[in-house]
């Protein structure tokens, strides 16, 4: 499967001739550095102006699941990851005989959702951090849906009542853990996501001169549940609705994507006085990453989970199809915030971890293709990775993980086969609700982030999508973006148009080659599969 023809046509952002260059004015003698702050890794990465990275770090860190659902971090190892994962990579910078003088300025990338809660007296957390697919939330979630203008939420903030958003984890901090109870009503709780609590202390806390730093982009604050789409600000109906008294929770400031002062500047360590000049979410920092400025242009990250991302414009669409309406990305300097429709589902390669360190099935996460091609197909074995319940377009709370059509005849390749189309299923899924949605298919998707290295992966999505899949040569996109944010509010590069060569050679492009007949069968049994993973989970358990 490695021999899949270079692409020719061009790719999200480039130009009609797909020629390539250095892409900055600057030449190569300009670097940005990325903080990319994910749920199983941390990251720091260096690129040049032609969008490559010339040195990095990356390293690992606990997680928590101290309950069957539960799912944390310890936000001081996170600041701690980042902290070594900046020291590591400059290092290495330096040993190739860069100077760190020239790297003009730092983007941090984060896991969204992801809830972090601190005492702003002291600047230590309250708590752990509880993760996005945590769902230790799930009744709180149905006691939401039957209050009072439910129904109205979606149209107000893009995203259905589910576990995923911050809001809701919240709440279940403020009933459950005496000291954040407590911290919110002597009105010294500060709220955030990782973006939030990272920008924080690598300023330097409480301590900074002049005072902390406390902000917050909107790619991340649209994952809350506080903030209006529209307005992008903090919503009183949200609140209100959450029954959250915002005088005594400390919400940051929403600030744009892209900004020379507003993030502050690393208090310490080899890159001390660096300022700090984009904050992107993740999957908005991959969209930007692969250049999709223009709407109808869409991105798939396959990381521990799954995130479709689709460009709707300057205006943003709530779908009436599952999905969730965001914002992509605000890039300032007088650009419009652009919007995006987003399909998230909750396990891919995390998908490939299971098979690997609870089943046993795998000996290595890359060797998920070889194990996969030992056999020709599926065996009629499909496997619903509902580990958290289903979401886009699905939003399935009460199911759970649930293998169908194991016999006899089933062999382990058969179930890491099943594995990998469990995550090209839902984005099929999802790609039908954006056609629905926006009322046009898509005509090609870029992939990026860790399972897009599996090529049977990315051939098996072309299949079963029917739509050619293009994956860059480097996959690094998400921390490209937050680079890339960072680069345009301090000169890197002076626009959008001198983007279109950055990560633009060396794509390779997946062709659909399952007939359509077939292609249709194995959906149906998909939704089949679906269909009787529903109800696991019941109240009367």
């Not at 301590?207 to 790619?219: A, H, L, Q, W």
């Not at 250049?291 to 689709?310: E, V």
Request: glycine share 10%; hydrophobic share 40%.
């Amino acid at each position: 499967m490695g021999d899949m023809p270079e692409s020719k046509r061009p790719r999200i952002g480039d130009d009609a001739n797909g020629t390539t260059n250095g892409g900055s004015r600057h030449g190569r003698d300009v670097f940005v550095g990325s903080i990319d702050q994910g749920t199983t890794s941390t990251r720091f990465l260096i690129f040049n102006s032609a969008g490559e990275p010339v040195a990095g770090h990356q390293m690992g860190f606990d997680n928590k699941h101290p309950q069957s659902g539960w799912h944390e971090h310890d936000p001081l190892e996170l600041l701690q990851s980042v902290e070594t994962c900046i020291e590591k990579a400059t290092e290495e910078f330096r040993s190739k005989g860069y100077d760190i003088a020239s790297i003009r300025s730092i983007g941090l990338t984060n896991q969204r959702e992801t809830l972090v809660l601190w005492d702003k007296d002291t600047g230590e957390p309250l708590h752990n951090a509880v993760v996005w697919p945590d769902t230790r939330t799930s009744a709180i979630v149905r006691e939401l849906k039957a209050r009072p203008n439910a129904d109205k939420l979606l149209d107000l903030c893009g995203l259905p009542l589910t576990t995923y958003p911050s809001s809701v984890k919240l709440l279940w901090l403020l009933r459950n853990v005496d000291a954040v109870a407590q911290a919110y009503e002597d009105r010294r709780i500060a709220f955030g996501t990782v973006d939030t609590w990272l920008i924080y202390r690598l300023n330097g806390g409480k301590d900074r001169e002049g005072g902390p730093i406390f902000v917050t982009d909107s790619t991340n604050a649209s994952r809350t549940m506080f903030m209006n789409l529209r307005t992008l600000k903090y919503d009183d109906n949200l609140l209100s609705f959450f029954q959250i008294d915002p005088s005594k929770l400390a919400l940051p400031e929403i600030v744009p994507s892209s900004h020379p002062t507003a993030f502050g500047a690393l208090a310490r360590g080899p890159l001390k006085g660096v300022p700090i000049a984009g904050c992107l979410g993740d999957q908005s920092a991959a969209l930007v990453g692969q250049c999709g400025f223009n709407p109808g242009q869409a991105k798939n990250t396959y990381g521990t989970g799954c995130f479709l991302l689709y460009n709707v414009g300057t205006e943003p669409v709530i779908s009436k199809s599952g999905l969730l309406a965001t914002v992509a990305y605000d890039l300032g300097k007088g650009r419009k915030p652009v919007y995006a429709l987003e399909g998230s589902i909750a396990v891919a390669g995390s998908g490939v971890t299971f098979l690997l360190n609870n089943l046993g099935l795998i000996e290595s996460s890359k060797a998920i293709d070889d194990v996969a091609l030992s056999v020709s197909d599926n065996g009629g074995v499909y496997f619903v990775t509902a580990f958290s319940g289903l979401f886009a377009p699905y939003w399935i709370d009460d199911a759970k993980g649930t293998l169908f059509g194991m016999t006899a005849h089933t062999q382990k390749g058969h179930i890491a086969r099943a594995t990998l189309e469990a995550t090209c299923h839902q984005t099929a899924a999802i790609l039908d609700a954006m056609a629905a949605d926006s009322g046009h298919a898509l005509e090609s998707m870029a992939a990026d982030g860790g399972l897009s290295n599996s090529d049977l992966c990315m051939q098996t999505q072309a299949d079963l999508s029917g739509i050619p899949v293009d994956r860059p040569q480097m996959r690094e996109t998400t921390a490209l973006g937050a680079a890339i944010a960072a680069g345009l509010a301090t000169g890197v590069w002076a626009d959008l148009d001198e983007l279109r060569f950055v990560n633009a050679s060396n794509r390779t492009v997946f062709e659909p080659k399952l007939a359509g007949e077939e292609r249709n069968k194995m959906r149906r049994l998909w939704e089949r599969a679906v269909e009787m993973s529903r109800g696991w989970v019941r109240d009367d358990d």
